[in-house]
């Protein structure tokens, strides 16, 4: 039987310095998500019961920040939502090369979830990126950056992640901000890119070369070199 094919996903940064920062982003994605779904109860492995959508935040996220650190992949709970209909999605703390919280759900246990409702919880900033069968939605770093993970994997790149590396890849993603921002203050919007057409790759290829000539490839090599990662897995066209 092939793999179930995971239908959304919703993906929110975290601090990696801060235990109580990191504690907020897990609760502050559950809380958008859970305004948006409005599930009638929620119920997972570990919990006594069917609990009420705001006594779950706090159950999910205190159980997900317990589990043992895996520091090259995640680790995940999954939970059951019930109410109009029954909706199964997976909690994960992700730390390859980016440290994250991520909800995801396949294609044949989850309820429709809207791109207008996924749209409000990136306005709200509680969650940063959005995919769908479709596409991506985000900010044009975070998208980039979705992207350039995306690549690395098809290409079985897998960082090693030396100590310190969440904290860098936290610097970096700040840098891909920034530099976005100063070149483009008129377009700094969330926007939405199809997976299946070549304007997602257009943009990543674009994005790639503002990169360049803003941060300089001395300055670029340094910092993915503290994540683990070659210049030339990063940008395979230099």
């Not at 997900?64 to 992949?73: A, F, N, Q, T, Y």
């Not at 999954?78 to 909800?103: C, D, H, I, Y």
């Not at 990136?122 to 900010?139: P, T």
């Not at 100590?163 to 700094?188: E, K, M, S, Y």
Request: proline fraction near 5%; hydrophobic fraction near 40%.
């Amino acid at each position: 039987m092939p793999p179930p094919y995971e239908r959304y996903r919703l993906e929110r940064h975290l601090d990696p310095s801060s235990e109580r920062d990191t504690e907020a982003g897990v609760q502050s994605l559950l809380s958008g998500f859970f305004r948006e779904t409005g599930p009638g109860s929620v119920l997972f492995h570990h919990s006594p019961g069917r609990m009420t959508a705001e006594v779950a935040v706090g159950a999910l996220s205190s159980r997900l920040l317990s589990l043992p650190v895996i520091m090259d992949g995640g680790i995940g709970i999954g939970f059951q939502m019930e109410g109009a209909g029954n909706s199964a999605w997976t909690l994960s703390l992700q730390r390859n090369v980016f440290f994250r919280a991520e909800l995801s759900a396949f294609m044949s246990n989850c309820r429709w979830l809207s791109r207008r409702r996924a749209n409000r919880l990136i306005a709200k900033g509680e969650a940063h990126l959005f995919k769908n069968s479709w596409g991506v939605c985000g900010s044009p770093a975070d998208v980039y950056i979705s992207r350039k993970l995306y690549e690395l994997r098809t290409r079985h790149v897998h960082p090693l992640m030396p100590d310190g590396g969440l904290v860098a890849a936290a610097h970096f993603r700040q840098t891909c901000h920034q530099v976005w921002d100063n070149a483009n203050p008129g377009d700094i919007a969330p926007r939405f890119l199809s997976i299946w057409g070549w304007r997602l790759g257009r943009f990543v290829r674009s994005y790639d070369n503002l990169l360049v000539r803003s941060v300089g490839t001395e300055r670029l090599e340094s910092a993915l070199a503290a994540m683990d990662i070659a210049l030339n897995s990063w940008i395979p066209q230099l």
